[in-house]
């Protein structure tokens, strides 16, 4: 089935590609963001059910330095097999650590539960996420749709559709950083039974609608609301890319204060059956000037741009085509939408 039209896509920071493959039908999709040159990365989970693979090596402890690509993908544990068809589109282009004369692509890879969509789940030859992995590496190109596409495809959140989404910053001395999120949040992204998003004081430029927060909050503005019950699984996954220069233990400190976004923007976050993660990667291509101030600056966007990527997700998303589907929010709350 076609996927939903998107907005103007965002042009991504130089050295990095990305791509989406996923099917309407299912509900669910991948998302590979390529790098054109070896990353430093790192990662951070604060989710109580996490899901992932190899994820154990981005520690900076551990011998890897780089990655080739990150993998953000819907399905679950069935979507781990993605990884191995990304690893495929790599290995053919060249990419990978060496071992000997092999060269082993390293695709880290983090996944969210959108297995009770509504999508077509029960797959009666194995399922599509390997050759959704290799196309989404394959067809990466240096723009990127958001809303309903990719990871994004079958994210929902407890009141909306969720959906897959990007935004950046600089910081004074112009290192540039930026979120790519894939929201399927246990909770909500909004403020009570309003459109105004948790993530309005960090808005730019009317990015999300522009409706700023409530004059006063709703009763219902603190109410714990929350997909089903406790026990199903969700999760907000994504990345932060800088082109800074960074060590993998300054890459993981960037990991972690990026998860401050979450907390910004949906609520509850970080729940005993969500498994957020982010990944942080580090092109390299300019040195820090002052260390530990220019870390702690971009810490602090990559925060702000990770609750902003997750605004942006839910604004620009599409309702699945099913009897049920949970609403969006440009049909709930949007006027004159024509993304």
């Not at 896509?9 to 390529?34: F, K, Q, Y």
């Not at 996490?50 to 520690?59: C, E, I, K, S, V």
């Not at 990978?96 to 983090?110: L, S, Y």
């Not at 741009?305 to 949007?334: E, K």
Request: hydrophobic share 50%; aromatic share 6%.
């Amino acid at each position: 089935m076609p996927l939903p039209r998107s907005p103007a896509a965002p042009v991504l920071p130089a050295g990095l590609a990305i791509g989406h493959a996923g099917d309407l039908v299912v509900a669910s999709g991948v998302t590979a963001l390529v790098f054109a040159e070896p990353a430093v990365a790192a990662v951070s989970v604060l989710g109580g059910a996490p899901g992932g693979r190899d994820t154990g090596l981005l520690a900076p402890e551990m011998t890897v330095e780089q990655i080739d690509a990150l993998l953000l993908s819907g399905g679950s544990a069935f979507g781990l097999d993605a990884a191995g068809g990304a690893m495929a589109a790599l290995a053919a282009g060249g990419r990978g650590f060496p071992v000997g004369p092999m060269r082993v692509p390293i695709v880290p890879q983090a996944i969210l539960f959108d297995l009770l969509n509504g999508g077509e789940k029960a797959w009666s030859a194995p399922p599509p996420y390997w050759e959704w992995g290799r196309r989404a590496v394959i067809e990466a190109t240096a723009t990127t749709p958001e809303g309903s596409v990719g990871a994004g495809i079958g994210a929902t959140l407890a009141n909306l559709k969720g959906g897959f989404g990007t935004a950046s910053a600089r910081t004074r001395t112009g290192l540039a950083v930026q979120a790519f999120i894939a929201v399927n949040a246990i909770g909500v992204a909004t403020i009570g039974g309003t459109g105004q998003f948790w993530a309005a004081p960090f808005e730019q430029a009317g990015e999300f609608g522009g409706l700023g927060w409530p004059s006063s909050m709703p009763a219902d503005a603190l109410a714990l609301r929350i997909k089903g019950h406790a026990a199903e699984p969700a999760t907000t996954i994504g990345a932060v890319v800088t082109d800074a220069r960074l060590t993998k233990a300054q890459a993981h400190r960037l990991a972690i204060m990026a998860q401050d976004g979450l907390a910004r923007a949906i609520r509850p976050a970080h729940a005993a059956m969500d498994g957020d993660t982010l990944f942080a990667a580090a092109t390299g291509r300019q040195a820090l000037a002052d260390p530990l101030r220019d870390l702690t600056e971009l810490g602090m966007l990559a925060g702000d741009c990770v609750a902003r990527a997750i605004a942006r997700a839910v604004y620009h998303a599409r309702a699945l085509p099913f009897p049920g589907a949970l609403p969006d929010w440009q049909t709930r709350f949007g006027r004159g939408f024509s993304g």
